[in-house]
């Protein structure tokens, strides 16, 4: 057995730390904020697409609410074509009788964070995105502080947060619209996001994907965040809005990146 001290082991992961986000994390092309299915399909195909990719989430796991399907009952449903994706990510699928798609949850956590690893993703966890960098016209990128330090009573909280720079933020935080609900503070023009409407699945499964984009340069909004700036219908325990919700935000920010024309930033029509 080799001797191993314990100021090697420290050096190895702060050196390893420091080194990974100087190099792959503070200088970016895209940062998702939210790791649940809409964030990872929106950072697996980001980096598929060639992009830097940072993934940033709160809690110290990933996978937002892919870990169970409802009720406590760890059983995913998707419908199609978003059971190509998970079939892509290797997670064993079966197909009901009456066409939907179902998988263990853990299983879709697992393979779905595996290949958004295989393609280069980075993931900050126990981080909590406080705040967008927000210039005259544009968002540059997100201010990150410690979760824990966030949890802990104000009066040890008198610490300020750091920055990280990105072309491209995508707001995957789920019901809370996190970074829509900041912008809206600040640009008239955002949306107040009102919350999620009342379940109506197919409604909802449609509506979390075209309801996904630029919503102000420099900002995507997708998944369960856009269904709830604009108080669309929740889908409850289906999954295959998400994933194309995600998917489409990945193809957004490439065009942006690679100067395609993306027609309608900021002009969605939402529905009535
Ligand atoms: O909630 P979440 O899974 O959002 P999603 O990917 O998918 C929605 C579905 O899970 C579900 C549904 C059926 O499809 O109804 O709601 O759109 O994942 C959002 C993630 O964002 C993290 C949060 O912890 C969760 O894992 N998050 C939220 N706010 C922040 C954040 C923040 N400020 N900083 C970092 N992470």
């Avoid at 080194?19 to 998702?32: A, E």
């Avoid at 997100?142 to 909280?157: D, E, G, L, N, R």
């Avoid at 707001?171 to 023009?189: I, N």
Wanted: net charge negative; charged share 20%.
């Amino acid at each position: 057995m080799t001797n191993i001290n314990e100021i090697q082991v420290t050096r190895t992961i702060v050196n390893e730390f420091l080194d990974d986000f100087i190099q792959n994390i503070l200088d970016s092309d895209i940062v998702v904020v939210g790791s649940g299915p809409c964030g990872t399909a929106a950072a697996k195909y980001a980096a598929e697409l060639g992009h830097k990719t940072v993934m940033i989430e709160r809690n110290l796991y990933a996978g937002g609410g892919m870990w169970q399907g409802g009720y406590l009952m760890p059983k995913n449903t998707v419908g199609a074509p978003a059971n190509k994706i998970l079939e892509e990510c290797g997670v064993k699928l079966k197909e009901t009788d009456d066409g939907l798609y179902v998988c263990d949850s853990f299983e879709m956590v697992s393979k779905m964070l595996a290949s958004a690893c295989d393609a280069g993703v980075k993931l900050l966890n126990s981080t909590n995105v406080d705040d967008i960098i927000l210039k005259d016209d544009h968002i540059e990128g997100v201010v990150i502080q410690w979760y824990p330090a966030k949890m802990m009573p104000s009066f040890m909280t008198c610490m300020d947060p750091i920055a990280i720079r990105s072309k491209v933020v995508i707001d995957a935080t789920g019901h809370d619209s996190v970074l829509v609900k900041r912008l809206s503070e600040q640009r008239p023009e955002i949306p107040k996001p009102k919350g999620c409407g009342s379940l109506w699945v197919d409604e909802a499964e449609k509506q979390t994907v075209e309801l996904t984009h630029e919503i102000y340069p420099g900002l995507i909004v997708a998944g369960m965040s856009a269904t709830s700036t604009y108080g669309a219908p929740r889908m409850g325990p289906i999954f295959g809005g998400m994933l194309l919700a995600g998917k489409r935000a990945a193809e957004l920010a490439h065009e942006k990146i690679m100067g395609i024309k993306v027609e309608n930033v900021g002009k969605l029509r939402v529905p009535a």
